[in-house]
């Protein structure tokens, strides 16, 4: 991947329509129809930019505005409030105590503190296409800092259950991160660089479960007992939700080329119809079946998060803080493990294009699963640890792996199908941990036997994805003349007005940067001919 | 660098797992004599004491239809305040084990004395730190090695009678109830402000 690489066909044609609404720069200074170097307008920016003006380079040590600057900000704030949300899991052998809590409870707020982001992760798409990431992010973090602050009125389970739900409901910044890193980064590196945004912010349930004790303890130090202690401890994620949020909103811009807003008011992004892009994301299957894949690899994750730490609390009777250690090393391993997946996934895709990023799914989540099953089975401590660790990389890997392909299902869309399949993820851990891990039916260690066989089986429809231009895990790409161009697929979700009046042109360009999704042989085959060869002049 | 992370994270883990070496005994609850007599009696009856204010008055002394020699062994009393049936429902952190390392239905140690000839009393204030539950208090006598070889406890063997409740402080105070408001109220605050705040800067560019 060379900087200078202007393998996306089509460049050529840059100007010759006349109709260039994305550039700023182009008609403010008057360089406006004639044939603009793709690099020209794009001399402002620190990176190498695309034509859409996302990064073509990850430089993860880099807080250059305004791409690099999107990626750490929106990485943070969902590492926040993954901190927030899972700040009771490692208090709970406190909290059940002051609370007099039952294992029904307990489970019952665990299921209610992901189910919130269910719905405000499918809010959250609509309001990033629509308003944008930077406030869809603020919104997020700091709409939410008051329900962590009220774990200090909690006194009973139906309360404790009503804060953890409300808490939950910042688990949207995971779409708006997502959305921000996918209109910032091109779609080669997409899988990469939304896997590290996504790892790094789900550290944060790793990172939750060491912080929350050392904070207790601290607090205890200075005289409290424990049972304000661990009210006290949860102002700490309060805290960081708010600075998070006044960088965000002083720091971050929504898009390459500017805020949302500004962009739009000036006429150069237009404002898109909130009932064309639910239509366009509820109709796709594909959008479906990602809901679910995500369900039992997130959603794990997530059950894994609230369950994990009690587990070895309980049954292999070691200390608060030694437990937390142990949970903490299952989401730390986000760390690396969820970008890996993501840049799997786009190795995947250089050599086998989009089947490439299918298969590498498939495998990823079914082996994780699979060690899923080792976890509840393990009676040593050593082996249950051994299990823990490979299990999470294979399931926070599928993770990565998932948002390599999620930003090719639509265009329009973008942003809500983030949030459909971010809103999955919670539904999934719902659900898993309202049959597995609420009731005294089964053990924990049984619990965790059984998600992973239902993980095995719900993670097999990635089998039904099907692209037109691209082929499936089994089936080769349409042979179809027309079904078989990027284009038609992205741009079947604009109706013909809407084509006329040029509204689509964003995704048309999209679908010409990605054809590299047809991977390394169709690449190969498709050798442009000479007229469009030279791409920096016409 | 998946193995360098597991190794490091198993490193960390093993020096801090307390070893489990050491116990060739395994004390079991089925084998220990219930030669103690414990009685427990809270100030106050029939209503629920509060934790860090009531007082309950337990005495234990060696049971009068206990053999001899039966007191031999023991060296010290340790009285612990043991969770009734009810308040172990749903609960499987509180679960009754046979196997006393492992039993945890006892939590909350009150006293641990030498063991005397003659009954032995206490005054104890219900401590602060008590979670909410039903109680019934538990002596063990311990021989040289701390291990457990008899028992007596308040109640019956069905742990049913002369039981007492206690009510756990809540931790919330009035000063951390305020703050939170105030920090609440920052939040909500500060985002209006930044909202109406780039409206005008947009309504001024746009006016432009």
Partial sequence: ?538 | MAVQTFLFASLIIFSSIESNHGATEVSLFANLENSLEVTAKPTRVGVVLEAGKDMVRITWMLKSSAKVNDDAAFKTVEVKLCYAPISQVDRPWRKTHNELSRDRSCPHKIVSKPYDKIPQSLNWTIDRETPTGTYFIRAYGTDVNGYEVAYGQSSDAEKTTNLFSVEGISGRHTSLDIASICFSVFSFGSLLVFLVKEKRKAKLQQRK
Wanted: aromatic share 12%; net charge positive.
């Fill in chain 1, 1 to 538: 991947m060379t900087p200078n690489e202007d393998g996306s066909i089509g460049t050529s044609l840059h100007g010759v329509t006349a109709r260039e609404q994305v550039f700023s720069l182009s008609v403010e200074d008057g360089l406006s129809s004639q044939a603009i170097r793709s690099d020209d307008p794009t001399a402002k920016f620190a990176i190498p930019v695309d034509s859409e003006h996302r990064a073509k380079v990850f430089k993860p040590l880099s807080f250059a505005k305004p791409h690099m600057r999107a990626f750490h900000l929106g990485w943070i704030s969902f590492f926040t409030c993954f901190i927030s949300t899972f700040a009771a899991a490692p208090l709970v052998p406190v909290i059940r105590d002051n609370l007099d809590l039952t294992k029904t409870d307990i489970g019952n707020a665990g299921v209610a503190s992901v189910s919130g982001a269910i719905f405000s992760r499918l809010a959250m798409g609509a309001v990033c296409d629509l308003l944008g990431a930077r406030y869809g992010t603020a919104f997020s973090l700091m709409l939410s800092a008051p329900a962590v602050f009220s774990m200090s009125f909690v006194s009973d389970a139906g309360s404790y259950l009503a804060v953890r739900f409300m808490i939950g409901f910042c688990l949207a910044t995971f779409v708006s991160c997502q959305y921000w890193t996918s209109v910032m980064f091109t779609g080669k590196i997409i899988g990469l660089v939304n896997g590290c945004a996504g790892g790094w912010g789900d550290m944060g349930g790793g990172v939750t479960q060491l912080l929350m004790p050392m904070v207790y303890h601290v607090i205890k130090l200075t005289g409290a007992t424990p049972f304000t202690a661990w009210r006290f401890a949860f102002f700490i994620p309060g805290f960081l939700q708010i600075i998070i949020g006044i960088l965000v909103l002083t720091l971050g811009q929504d898009l390459p080329d500017g805020n949302l807003s500004t962009l739009q008011k000036s006429g150069q992004v237009s404002k898109d119809k909130f009932s064309k892009v639910f239509w366009f994301a509820v109709k796709n299957y594909r959008t479906w079946i990602l809901f679910v894949l995500y369900g039992f690899s997130m959603g794990v994750e997530l059950t894994i998060n609230n369950v994990i730490s009690g587990y070895f609390y309980d049954r292999f009777h070691l200390t608060l803080h030694t437990a937390g250690i142990i949970a903490a090393s299952f989401g730390m391993a986000n760390f690396f493990a969820r970008p890996f997946g993501g840049y799997a996934s786009d190795v995947a895709a250089r050599l086998f294009g989009m089947r490439g990023r299918l298969w590498t799914l498939w495998i990823l989540q079914t082996v994780g699963a699979l060690f899923c099953i080792w976890l509840g089975r393990a009676s040593s401590l050593p082996i249950a640890i051994l299990a823990m660790m490979l299990f999470s990389i294979g399931t926070q890997a599928a993770c990565g792996a998932l948002f390599g392909v999620a930003p090719f299902v639509s265009r329009r869309s973008l942003g809500l199908i983030s949030g459909l399949t971010g809103a999955g993820g919670n539904f999934g851990s719902g659900v898993t941990q309202l049959l597995f891990f609420s009731s005294s039916r089964f053990s924990t260690a049984e619990g965790l036997s059984l998600m992973g066989v239902m993980a095995v089986v719900c993670t097999l429809p990635v089998a039904l994805i099907h692209f037109p231009q691209w082929g499936s895990m089994f089936l080769r790409p349409s042979q179809h003349e027309e079904r078989s161009k990027e284009e038609h697929y992205y741009g079947g979700e604009w109706t013909k007005e809407e084509k006329s009046l040029g509204l689509h042109e964003g995704s048309i360009k999209f679908a010409k940067n990605s054809q590299s999704e047809r991977g390394r042989k169709a690449m190969l085959a498709d050798i442009p001919t000479p007229g469009t060869g030279t791409p920096t002049h016409v």
